[in-house]
């Protein structure tokens, strides 16, 4: 697997203009898959998704990749004794596609720090709220029982401290005096299908890369997470 960088390097020996290539890993719904494979073709994301990898033979998520003629890989978590012989079995399956970023949209497993590792800089996760807000689960009934003004997802870089990588990117939305956790997880998570597929596109124009474990976002470090309404409303082309 290449970075972004050297993919974009004319010594590189790859072909700087070709698309991105995503490995996506899932365990349930989807619904993220679902907003980046649209995003695709639409042709707002310049990225092939080589394969979609779950960890559960019955994510109703694998639909999406079956719809969409994506190649469909399960990597039975409980066919493995136990969880490094799993992410042996895991990175098998990624090494032979190569791609060049692993994205998580929904994959319940916390990884290794060994695996992690191998792939740092180039695997990012979504989650539903805005870190270094309420990492872990559950995390709309803890705004909502934190008495949140707002709440919102983040995509960021994976690192070994889960839901501790750096941010790359916020998608606030308002709490309502009304909400309960359905409306509250359903402003959020149409946030989600908005600021994934976006970073995937930085990442694929090589203007968001990571180095050393600091993004740069058009060149420059990102000293703190960008911000979904502040980019649409300075870039207005940006979806
Ligand atoms: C999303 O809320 C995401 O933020 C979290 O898991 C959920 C996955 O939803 N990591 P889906 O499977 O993409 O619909």
Redesign the pocket.
Known sequence: MSSSAERRSPDSGTDGDRPLSLLVL??????????IIDAIARGEVAATIGAVVSDRPDAP?LAHARDAGIPRIVVDRKAYPSRDVFESALRATIDERRPDLLV?????RVLGAGFVRAYEGRMI????SLLPAFPGLDTHARALAAGAGEHG?SVHYVTPEVDGGPVILHGRVPVRPDDDIDSL?AR??AQ?HRIYPLVIRWIAEGRLTSRDGTPYFDGRPLSKPLDYAEIRAGAGAEP
Not at 26 to 35: F, T
Not at 125 to 128: A, G, L
């Open positions: 899932i365990s349930g719904r989807g619904s993220n898959l679902r907003s998520g998580l949209a929904g994959f319940m996760n979504i989650h539903p997802a997880a959020v998570l989600e």
